[in-house]
């Protein structure tokens, strides 16, 4: 009985000891996006497993901060499962706003001043499965090696002004300045 037991343990712990860990990385690369007030931007991933089956389960944005709300956009997609054969080893997601793509969409406020950044962490959220979840003999009870574990990567949202702003006041400013020298002129 206690030999049953050890070996038990044994390959319990060997079974942890094998478990990769996941790679993840943020898109862009460095996990820096840029938006005018009022705008939305947001964050795609990549995810690189090659020895078990990751989940991304859900994301977060902290602090969601006084300058904007965060959405997570993993519960919208079909679920993405990065591993061994037949899935991808690596696979990468860009943000799309319209599809509803990539980890989620940060809407900065309106009422957020140009020039400021906002940083924080992107935590993702993921489970680790020793079989394909996409398989039909997929068991969540016996497949499943992490329920619930999570990364956190720097992330941050620089308010830059909106991009058609500088040549029109530039226009305005001319305008301005021809109309005074036409007064002067008259």
Known sequence: MRRAFFLFLLSCATGLLMQ??????LLPSGG????????????????????EYVVITGSSFTPSSLYGTYQDFTGSAALI?????PENQTVSQPFDATAMSGLGAFTIFSTTPTNTK?????????????QDPN??????D???LVA?????????VNVAPEPLLAP???????????????RKNA
Do not use: M, Q
Request: hydrophobic share 40%.
């Open 20 to 25: 990769g860990t996941p790679s993840f990385s």
């Open 32 to 51: 820096t996006i840029s938006g005018a007030p009022g705008s939305t931007v947001g964050w795609g991933f990549t995810v690189t497993d090659s020895s």
């Open 81 to 85: 499962v990065a591993g061994p054969s």
């Open 118 to 130: 906002i940083s924080g962490n992107l935590v993702i959220d993921y489970s680790l499965f020793s």
């Open 135 to 140: 398989s039909p003999t997929f068991d969540p």
């Open 142 to 144: 016996t497949s499943t």
């Open 148 to 156: 619930d574990a999570n990364v956190s990567l720097p992330a941050a």
């Open 168 to 182: 029109v006041l530039g226009l305005a400013l001319a305008a301005v300045g021809l109309a005074a020298k036409r």
